[in-house]
């Protein structure tokens, strides 16, 4: 049968676009600013790869297909063992081995990313292990997704310099791919319909030689010409803002060499990894799982906006997303990238903290806050607030200050002032949770947001701010005496079997102040229950030992103690393992129960990042043979390559659905936060003490016992009651004349309010001598409206 060479590939769109798998078996970039390139692997092949930015996906994925006698066909993807093995433990150059499952064949591949440009390497054997190779058609599959989206694309076979490329363009980015040795034939079609992959799978070659595909959901095929003595090839991808542009770097890397671009990426990662702590750590899996987590951390990085780190290069459930997840986890979270600086701090690299925490002064907004998530040049993505993201850039500055990283802290002081502030007049409630699902009275958020309020007022001092700093501290020690009236519950007969007066609660509503709560259905070890038929208040979490590992409370508090049976009872996860940790009591975030893709519902499973956290905890408590042994399970809890998931399958097998009990499911990975964790941990089992932990709350709460003389009164945290013996703090967001009474309105008092010089305006209300049952009534007047408050509000004296 004849090849043809036909202009334009019929089917268009194509079908509709889809991402691929996110359990990761590699990631890497080139560690150079001339190589805007990021890369990920998955079931032996090419993922996405990234450019000109980190947050930018331009593919799907990049593998090949053999096909021979006999109409023999095999995908990579789907039909071989493969086996992934980086360079050396912490350096993510990939060697490759896919050996087809029926014995037929053999590739070894090596993938690099090329330093000196913006294309990626891949040197590719072909080794029959039957037959001759002239029995076999190897042909590359390549499905742009450019740029981050899989519709809309453009494909084409065109020439540059005597080499017949491979070309893709959308949304103003454009790919060529080469190969130094020639391509038989070539086609661009669409996907489900002339695309390459059905011509193979129909004929076993490429029949049809379409030309062109455009604007639809598109893929690239090239037939390699591997014959007798040419059974290696080197394949090069590169990118850029034109076609010229993208099939010049193409061509310059075939021409640099596949070994002189391998010898300088890895040179570049040595360099990178010599300078660090020497944490290292055989893992079951014979590697380093420490220079595992230290390349995961810096393979995330941005080139061309130092201090960016993404919270993975994975998209959850990928094969399931369309181009409606223009995120992924290739975003910023501020949370995790406070926490990547930590474990860059802890693993030695504290320029990167620094430069970190200079990223985030560059894209805090006006009002003092972070977004939820941002792409890198600091557009919001998510539009949601959550309180403990605005809170952690100043722990980050504080540790970096003690670690003696900080030498001009004044720089950052504007940055500090201005989310203490926000933190000041939008605190305690969480905005949303630090899971991002639900606003209300959260352990995990108060801890941040307290001890950040102490650290800033540490800052403050330093500037010569007496007032603001005292301002500051009083009114963390007002959040830190009614952490237990706002969070400590819990439903009575879960209580009453656990033997404990109660446990602190996930979140806590902010119209529920005390300690009687609904109850509901007791949850059952190791199950989720649907949340909707669980109180809010009853919602039990981890996210509670958050207050031992920021200093409020001790490890042996009788709350914390008692929390954490509720956390074992209800969150614990028995795995091959060990023991790992659900995220909270009814949580869906996770495949459904039949392994099925999370779809905006499902069931959650256990993440490797709480029992490394869990670890913590037990260092903190002076158990380091408990804290080794959840560094062993949370290290087994890896992939194959040491990469860490989000989260782990914890049912039997489904092989459909590439799950297998306590091994990692289709969320992300790796998960960027979890190995800052990891690091963290072996840095703190080095030290022998939890090594982010503030000592401002342990001096301050634990052994100085400081308690408050206040209860704060504020718009967005309406007190209905407070002790008797406390002055009351009213805190405003804007200069008032606080018109009160104690009687009824029989007789009023005007009192100004006092500007704090953090953005909000307080009064404090003598009251401290009333007794149990009296009232105190009030209402205001905004001088600079000219208007009044039109509403009165009242705040009762208890015991």
């Known amino acids: 049968m004849m090849r043809t060479a036909l202009d334009f590939a019929p089917g268009a769109p194509g079908i509709d676009a889809r991402w691929t798998s996110s359990a990761k078996s590699g990631v890497g970039t080139a560690l150079s600013e001339d190589s805007p390139i990021w890369f990920t692997l998955s079931h032996g092949i090419l993922n996405e790869i990234y450019y000109p930015r980190i947050d930018s996906a331009c593919t799907r994925d990049f593998g090949f297909v053999v096909t021979g006698p006999d109409g023999y066909f095999s995908e990579e993807k789907r039909d071989c063992v493969s086996v992934t093995r980086p360079f050396e433990s912490g350096i993510p150059a990939y060697h490759i081995t896919n050996t087809a499952a029926d014995g037929t064949y053999r590739v070894e591949k090596q993938v690099i990313s090329d330093p000196a440009r913006a294309s990626i390497l891949q040197q590719l054997s072909f080794i029959p292990l039957k037959g001759q190779t002239a029995d076999y058609r190897v042909t590359a599959l390549l499905a742009p ?38 391509f038989r034939a070539a086609s661009a079609g669409f996907v489900g319909f002339s695309d390459g992959w059905q011509q193979l799978h129909r004929h076993g070659r490429i029949m049809d030689e379409y030309q062109r595909a455009d604007d639809g959901n598109v893929s690239l095929a090239g037939e390699i010409d591997f014959r007798d003595g040419h059974e290696t090839a080197t394949l090069a991808l590169g990118f850029g803002q034109t076609e010229y542009e993208a099939a010049a770097v193409a061509v310059a890397s075939l021409k640099h060499g596949f070994r002189r671009a391998h010898d300088a990426y890895i040179a570049n990662w040595r360099s990178w990894q010599d300078g660090l702590e020497t944490l290292d750590r055989d893992t079951h899996h014979g590697i380093n799982s420490y220079r595992v987590s230290t390349g995961v951390l810096a393979a995330h990085r941005a080139a061309d906006r130092p201090g960016a780190v993404v919270a993975s ?29 930590g474990g860059f701090l802890a693993a030695g690299d504290a320029d990167e903290a620094l430069a970190i925490l200079n990223y985030l002064r560059q894209v805090q907004q006006p009002s003092g806050r972070w977004p939820q998530n941002l792409w890198l040049d600091g557009k919001p993505y998510w539009p949601g607030v959550q309180m403990d993201e605005c809170a952690f850039p100043i722990l980050l500055a504080d540790m970096l200050y003690r670690h003696g990283h900080l030498d001009h802290a004044a720089d950052f002081m504007p940055m500090i002032r201005n989310a203490a ?60 005496a009614q952490i237990e009236q706002w969070t400590f519950a819990g439903e009575q007969s ?92 009814g949580d869906g975030y996770g495949e459904h129960a039949d392994g099925t893709a999370f779809d905006g519902a499902g069931q959650g499973r256990p993440w490797p990042l709480l029992t490394g956290e869990r670890a913590h905890y037990e260092l903190a408590a002076g158990r380091r043979e408990a804290a080794e042994a959840l560094l062993t399970t949370m ?88 002790p008797c013996g406390k002055t009351l703090r009213i805190e405003l967001a804007d200069d008032a004349v606080v018109h009160w009474s104690v009687d009824g309105w029989a007789t009023t008092t005007d009192t100004k309010t006092t500007a704090s010089g953090l953005g909000t305006y307080f009064v404090d209300l003598p009251v401290q001598d009333m007794a149990a049952g009296d009232d105190i009534v009030f209402t205001f007047f905004w001088p600079n409206a000219g208007v009044w408050e039109n509403e009165d509000f009242t705040v009762r004296l208890g015991e």
Request: hydrophobic residues 40%; proline residues 7%; charged residues 20%.
């Open 145 to 182: 997704h450019l740029v981050n989206a899989g519709n809309l694309n453009s494909a084409w076979i065109g020439d540059y310099e005597g080499h017949k490329v491979l070309f893709a363009s959308g949304r103003s980015r454009y790919l060529a791919l080469v190969c130094d040795l020639p």
């Open 313 to 341: 290069l994975s998209i959850p459930w990928g094969a399931s997303k369309s181009d409606d997840d223009l995120g992924g986890y290739h975003l910023v979270w501020p949370r995790d990238l406070v926490e990547t600086a």
């Open 421 to 480: 502030a926000y933190i000041l007049a939008n605190g305690p409630t969480t905005g949303e949770d630090r899971w991002e699902e639900d606003a209300g009275y959260s352990p995990f958020t108060l801890a941040v947001e307290i001890a950040a309020l102490l650290a800033a007022a540490d800052f403050l001092d330093m500037e010569g701010d007496v007032a603001g700093a005292t301002h500051l501290r009083e009114t963390a020690d007002c959040w830190n």
């Open 494 to 585: 879960l209580c009453e079997a656990l033997g404990i007066s109660g446990h602190y609660v996930r979140i806590a509503p902010p119209e529920t102040t005390d300690a009687a709560r609904p109850s509901g259905d007791t949850p059952i070890r190791n199950q989720t229950p649907d949340r909707s038929t669980l109180p809010t208040s009853d919602v039990i979490s981890p996210d509670a030992l958050a207050l031992v590992r920021f200093g409020l409370r001790a490890p042996d508090d009788p709350h914390i103690l008692a929390t954490v049976k509720a956390i074992d009872h209800c969150l614990r996860a028995d795995l091959p393992q060990g023991p790992v940790w659900y995220r909270y009591t």
């Open 635 to 722: 290290e087994k809890s890896a992939g194959l390559s040491g990469l860490f998931p989000e989260q782990v399958w914890d049912q039997p097998d489904l092989p459909e659905h590439e799950l297998f009990y306590g091994q990692p499911s289709g969320s992300a990975m790796p998960l960027v936060w979890a190995h800052a964790e990891h690091i963290k941990l072996l840095r703190s089992l080095a030290d022998g003490a939890v090594f982010d932990l503030p000592p401002q709350g342990v001096e301050r709460y634990i052994r100085n016992n400081t308690t408050s003389h206040l209860r704060i009164w504020c718009f967005n945290n309406r007190i209905a009651g407070m």
